[in-house]
């Protein structure tokens, strides 16, 4: 995987990497078994969906999620503006995984 994962972000670097590609790149890993096919699909997919990975694609997210909280659970939002998790950068791992599936 970390062959993989440099390759792609020696050739892609306005993506680069970020967290969550590795789990992204396990499954096809565990499915493709060679590392040469898992690249090309990898990429591919990458290729698809990069702008999830990069800063626009992230806010876009999280301003979707904060928009869900705010009409499904108002006061967890505010409990989380009180704290100082209002900006639900806690939700990025999960953002990346749950909107791709």
């Known amino acids: 995987m970390r062959e993989i994962l440099l390759t792609f972000s020696a050739y892609h670097d306005q993506v680069g990497y970020a967290q969550g590609m590795n789990d992204i790149l396990s499954r096809f890993l565990y499915v493709m078994g060679s590392e040469a ?5 990898f990429k591919t997919y990458m290729e698809k969906i990069r702008n ?25 939002l505010r409990h989380l503006e009180v704290v100082d998790l209002g900006n639900l950068f806690f939700c990025h791992r999960w953002l990346l995984l749950g909107f791709k599936r």
């Open 52 to 76: 999830d990975f990069m800063e626009e694609g992230l806010t876009r997210k999280i301003d979707l999620v904060r928009m869900l909280m705010k009409e499904m659970d108002p006061a967890l």
């Open 37 to 41: 096919e898992t690249y090309w699909c």
